[in-house]
T-cell receptor, first 111, second 114 residues
């Protein structure tokens, strides 16, 4: 069974602060996705990382895939209230068509 | 266009009712998924359809019955549900059944069983 551990589970910060969310596993993934979900809505795909060591940037969000493809991080610079939501990492393998989800990080950014 | 649509948005049903959830995508994706999500938890996979055929059933009770009428549509038929089945039901699709990444989710159906 593949597991993805996300940390922290909950984060409450002030507008303008920086934060990092971590996603760790003992398993190797062929790719890893990050999603953001707002209450009552479906997850929205933010980014997919595929190559070990890959770094992708989406405005103030920076995503990194570990060299061994077992872990990933999401860094947000100068957080804004609009960044509030549930952040989910999800890993995929070459074995089939299933995603393994992390437990999620609930982010609250206060104005 | 990366849109997956789901209807209805909200559904309240009694334990003896029969209802259906609907999902549609027009991205030409050949894999479609049903997930169940409880509050403050990640989505849990229920079913996977690959090329309109059921490929994965994650030991879901028979009171949930999936159907894939064509490559764009996915239904979830509900019968004799329990209050603990109340949750957000999410549909998702991905381009290639052999590669599960980049799943696109619909907005979900908020189901309440009374």
């Amino acid at each position: 069974t593949q597991l993805l551990e996300q940390s922290p589970q909950f984060l409450s910060i002030q507008e303008g602060e920086n934060l990092t969310v971590y996603c760790n596993s003992s398993s190797v993934f062929s790719s890893l996705q990050w999603y953001r979900q707002e209450p009552g809505e479906g997850p929205v795909l933010l980014v997919t990382v595929v190559t070990g060591g890959e770094v992708k940037k989406l405005k103030r969000l920076t995503f990194q895939f570990g060299d061994a493809r077992k872990d990933s991080s999401l860094h947000i610079t100068a957080a804004q209230p609009g960044d509030t939501g549930l952040y989910l990492c999800a890993g995929a393998t070459n074995a089939g068509n299933m995603l393994t989800f992390g437990g999620g990080t609930r982010l609250m950014v206060k104005p | 266009d990366t849109e997956v649509t789901q209807t209805p948005k909200h559904l309240v049903m009694g334990m003896t009712n029969k209802k259906s959830l609907k999902c549609e995508q027009h991205m030409g994706h050949r894999a479609m998924y049903w997930y169940k999500q409880k509050a403050k938890k990640p989505p849990e996979l229920m079913f996977v359809y690959s090329y309109e055929k059921l490929s994965i059933n994650e030991s879901v009770p028979s009171r949930f019955s999936p159907e894939c009428p064509n490559s764009s549509l996915l239904n979830l038929h509900l019968h004799a549900l329990q209050p603990e089945d109340s949750a957000l039901y999410l549909c998702a699709s991905s381009q290639d059944p052999g590669l599960s990444y980049e799943q696109y989710f619909g907005p979900g159906t908020r189901l309440t069983v009374t």
